[in-house]
């Protein structure tokens, strides 16, 4: 990590796009290839758009902003989003800059442990088949670690395993596998380590093998955030009670649930596009984690304290700062650069606060004027904005400068 850059820029939305770039160039964080990526208007260049997909056409864009005001554990961060859905950046910036008032959020990441599953079906007898992968469970292991040696190297391998029998009459069971995967997102990893230690597991419980590939519910790599505002932040007491009753809704109705969470995986979502991350795998997982004792309820809850508000979000965070395909993409380099953070927990970490930040903005705003006066204001200053650049910018274009073709 460099020094550290404040997250805390007033009046950056007022600027043009031009000027709200140099002032990310002054952080010295950005190289001079995600300066040049940033100044021809982002995108990705043919042949690398090809590497990364099959049958590519050409390439489809989406704006990256950056939320600011971010405090994450002590240390002020810059958080890239990519997002198509108007006012999710100024939303997740506006409710980070209340939360920066009482020192911002803090968090928590567990270690990077992956699940992987091995499905049996006819496995003769399901009953004894636990005892039996538990007597050979520290061969299974280090048949696991030898099929991924790079991740075993980096301080990653297997941790621990369970057996579940999941339909006894037809032995139909799924063996879990828990591998350390380090700062990787370790998709790839755990299905390699499935595959090669089925076979050994399969001379022991007999049956015929299944699948042979993660969880998307990887229970035992998770974060949680935490943080607290005050009352007159909010909008004084009033607003505060409302946070707190919204948050009552959420647990009590899976309708209101859903939404809820909506709200938190716009935030969540969003930077784990612009950083390159498999937002789909996140999604999954944080749903199944909603409704993992039989109702759907809220990722995040929010009760009344004396000073105003504390907000809490424990989720699934499978992802990764090394590895995959995505840093390819100059974009993602340069999301990175501007975090400045290298350990995957501390990205989950970031990327959880974003989803309260905009929870807690989007429940503020319902709580008091309701939310289509916000995004009217929102609208309305965009409108401004890009009015005012669109008059500075025109000449530059004229001359043959601004965004690349
Ligand atoms: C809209 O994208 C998200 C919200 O619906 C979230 C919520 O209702 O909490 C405003």
């Given at each position: 990590m460099t020094d550290s850059v404040t997250s805390r820029i007033p009046g950056f939305y007022k600027k043009s796009l031009r000027e709200r770039l140099a002032r990310l160039v002054e952080t010295g964080r950005l190289s001079p290839e995600s300066i040049a990526f940033l100044e021809a208007g982002g995108g990705l260049p043919a042949d690398v758009a090809d590497r990364m997909s099959e049958n590519v056409v050409g390439c489809y864009g989406l704006p990256m902003g950056i939320a600011l005001n971010f405090r994450v554990n002590n240390r002020d961060v810059l958080v890239p989003m990519s997002v198509e859905e108007p006012s999710v950046v100024a939303a997740a910036s506006n409710a980070a800059r209340l939360v920066r008032m009482t020192g911002g959020f803090t968090g928590k990441a567990s270690a990077s442990i992956m699940t992987t599953q091995i499905q049996f079906d006819a496995v003769p007898e399901p009953a004894q088949a636990t005892a039996r992968v538990e007597a050979i469970r520290e061969r299974i292991f280090a048949a696991g670690d030898a099929s991924i040696p790079g991740m075993v190297r980096r301080g990653g391998g297997c941790r621990d395993l369970d057996v579940r029998v999941l339909d006894a009459a037809e032995g139909v069971l799924v063996v879990h596998l828990y591998v350390?995967?380090?700062?990787?997102?370790?998709a790839n990893v755990v299905d390699t380590v499935a595959e090669a230690v089925a076979p050994l597991v399969h001379a022991e419980i007999g049956g015929e093998i299944g699948l042979r590939i993660l969880s998307?519910?990887?229970?035992r790599r998770t974060v949680k955030v935490t943080c607290e505002v005050m009352a007159d932040a909010v909008g004084g007491a009033k607003v505060a009670d409302g946070i707190a009753k919204a948050s009552r809704f959420a647990e009590l109705d899976p309708f209101r649930a859903v939404t809820h969470n909506k709200g938190i995986m716009n935030g969540v979502d969003a930077v784990a596009l612009a950083t390159g991350q498999d937002w789909r795998s996140l999604e999954a997982g944080a749903h199944a984690f909603a409704s993992r004792d039989g109702q759907y309820r809220p990722l995040a809850t929010w009760r009344r304290t004396e000073l105003g508000v504390r907000g809490e979000l424990e989720m699934p965070m499978a992802v990764g700062?090394?590895?995959?395909?995505?840093?390819?993409h100059q974009g993602v380099r340069a999301a990175f650069e501007l975090m400045d953070l290298e350990r995957a927990g501390d990205l989950g970490v970031v990327i959880a606060a974003a989803g309260l930040a905009s929870n807690l903005a989007a429940l503020k705003a319902l709580a008091g004027e309701g939310i289509q006066e916000g995004h009217m204001r929102l609208h309305a200053r965009k409108a401004e904005v890009a009015e005012k650049t669109e008059a500075e910018e025109a000449p530059r274009r004229a001359l043959g400068e601004g965004k690349a073709p």
């Open positions: 350390d995967v380090g700062d990787a997102m370790g998307n519910l990887p229970l700062t090394v590895g995959g395909s995505t840093r390819v």
